[in-house]
């Protein structure tokens, strides 16, 4: 393609004009800047009914316009794990069925959707030279949506010293550890919003980085994202706002318990304090009538709460009898948890065969399989749609495929023996 000349005067504008973009765009894309009305946080409650606020029910997981259309679930084990081969996008001994393929495709998708600075956006990019994507969020946490990215691709065996995709984790790493701000109790990674949630996940994506390489890097800035969430805590309840400084919310804390499990896992300190406070709080939480969240009831699980107690019994039936849910995908993320660790702790299949396989289909029919964003998830119907977009749904609904497969620190086997206070686990050393 041939241009035509254009005027000395008009290439300095051109060129002034591109300097002035950069300059505009280069501070604000990196930043996780402060939540406001209109740009909620997809943790947060989302604008209709949630299953994690608590109602004037007797069960908050029901609802009179939500039937579980997988009560006929055909129960099978999954396939083996192990990632297909990425020319074909099929395992020899796997379908499109299994979920092999959705994973790769999501992970191709993720990919493209990396910024130049190594992040990844819930909202749309402010810069003009990054890969956009349709259906965007709002919320603009960076921090969070790093995390969770980062996570899908640790789940998949990944990791920034071996793999398919060793550049792009290695650069979304390095990202979250150029947004730490350190102070006296730690490192804080929850953004300009502070915004609990995000500090979790971004700590959970460190831990999980760090239990897998071992890598000398991380073990220092792990460490310190972990003690911030001890300094935090609300000594009084035991739990973790939504806010900093704001009153304790259960998926907030849940995420912070996750971040701590998988330091643990991996020979970080975990002070025991702070676990016991937790474990009162998430006790209260299951013992209210009116909310037995699944957030809750999965932290409820990895800080050692037996799955034979009768709170947890009767949580863990309601989520099995509704099934996977259609328009939360955070929900059933925690609710695929809660199932796996409750097969892995009693090595009972009954409730995991059906459940997975209705999870399983659901988001295997539900991925986009064709045109530009093919690989990822996308339903307008989702209680956070507007708040994450198609990142947030891509990310946890890659994350929940990958549970039974357990390349996840977290969701592995090990996961499940004992608890963050179990007795005589503080501190726990390295195993050189």
């Given at each position: 393609m041939k241009?035509?000349?254009?005027?000395?005067?008009?290439?300095?504008?051109?060129?002034?004009?591109?300097?002035?973009?950069?300059?505009?765009?280069?501070?604000?894309?990196?930043?996780?800047?402060?939540?406001?009305?209109?740009?909620?946080?997809?943790?947060?409650?989302?604008?209709?009914?949630?299953p994690f606020t608590p109602v004037e029910d007797d069960d908050p997981f029901d609802s009179a316009d939500d039937e579980n259309p997988f009560d006929s679930a055909v129960e099978t084990e999954p396939l083996a794990p192990g990632l297909p081969d990425r020319g074909t996008g099929l395992s020899d001994r796997g379908s499109w069925k299994s979920g092999e393929v959705a994973r790769p495709l999501s992970l191709d998708w993720l990919v493209k959707k990396q910024a130049g600075d190594g992040s990844w956006s819930f909202a749309e990019s402010e810069n003009p030279f990054e890969d956009t994507y349709s259906n965007p969020g709002k919320c603009p946490s960076r921090c969070g949506a790093t995390g969770l990215a980062l996570l899908a691709f640790l789940g998949a065996g990944q990791t920034h010293q071996e793999g398919q995709f060793q550049r792009t984790i290695?650069?979304?790493?390095?990202?979250?550890?150029?947004?730490?701000?350190?102070?006296?109790?730690?490192?804080?990674?929850?953004?300009?919003g502070d915004r609990m949630v995000w500090h979790g996940i971004a700590t959970l994506a460190l831990c999980e980085a760090y239990a897998m390489t071992r890598d000398p890097a991380l073990e220092n800035s792990a460490q310190r994202a972990l003690d911030f969430i001890a300094a935090v805590q609300d000594k009084r309840s035991g739990g973790w706002p939504a806010r900093l400084g704001g009153k304790p919310s259960p998926v907030a804390s849940a995420c912070q318990i996750l971040a701590m499990k998988s330091g643990h896992m991996g020979y970080l300190k975990v002070n025991p304090k702070t676990v016991r406070r937790a474990a009162r709080y998430f006790d209260a939480e299951l013992s209210n009538d009116r909310t037995e969240m699944v957030a809750g009831l999965l932290a409820r699980m990895l800080i050692g709460g037996e799955t034979?107690?009768?709170?947890?019994?009767?949580?863990?039936?309601?989520?099995?009898?509704?099934?996977?849910?259609?328009?939360?995908?955070?929900?059933?993320?925690?609710?695929?948890?809660?199932?796996?660790?409750?097969?892995?702790?009693?090595?009972?299949?009954?409730?995991?065969?059906?459940?997975?396989?209705?999870?399983?289909?659901?988001?295997?029919?539900?991925?986009?399989?064709?045109?530009?964003?093919?690989?990822s998830w996308w339903n307008p119907r989702d209680v956070r749609a507007?708040?994450?977009?198609?990142?947030?749904?891509?990310?946890?609904?890659?994350?929940?495929?990958?549970?039974?497969?357990?390349?996840?620190?977290?969701?592995?086997?090990?996961s499940a023996e004992g608890g963050l206070k179990s007795p005589g686990s503080y501190p726990m050393s390295p195993k050189r």
């Open positions: 241009y035509g000349r254009l005027p000395h005067i008009a290439w300095l504008g051109a060129i002034a004009l591109g300097i002035a973009l950069l300059t505009t765009t280069s501070g604000s894309y990196t930043r996780c800047v402060a939540l406001g009305q209109d740009q909620a946080d997809p943790f947060g409650p989302p604008k209709t009914a949630d290695d650069e979304g790493l390095k990202y979250l550890l150029d947004q730490f701000k350190s102070g006296p109790h730690g490192a804080n990674l929850c953004g300009e034979s107690e009768p709170a947890m019994r009767r949580a863990v039936r309601r989520i099995v009898k509704r099934g996977p849910v259609e328009n939360d995908v955070v929900h059933n993320y925690f609710a695929h948890q809660v199932i796996h660790y409750k097969r892995l702790r009693e090595s009972d299949k009954s409730q995991w065969i059906p459940w997975y396989s209705a999870m399983r289909e659901q988001l295997v029919d539900s991925q986009i399989g064709d045109g530009d964003e093919r690989g507007r708040q994450g977009g198609r990142l947030l749904q891509t990310a946890l609904s890659t994350l929940t495929l990958e549970v039974y497969y357990g390349h996840l620190p977290i969701y592995s086997s090990k």
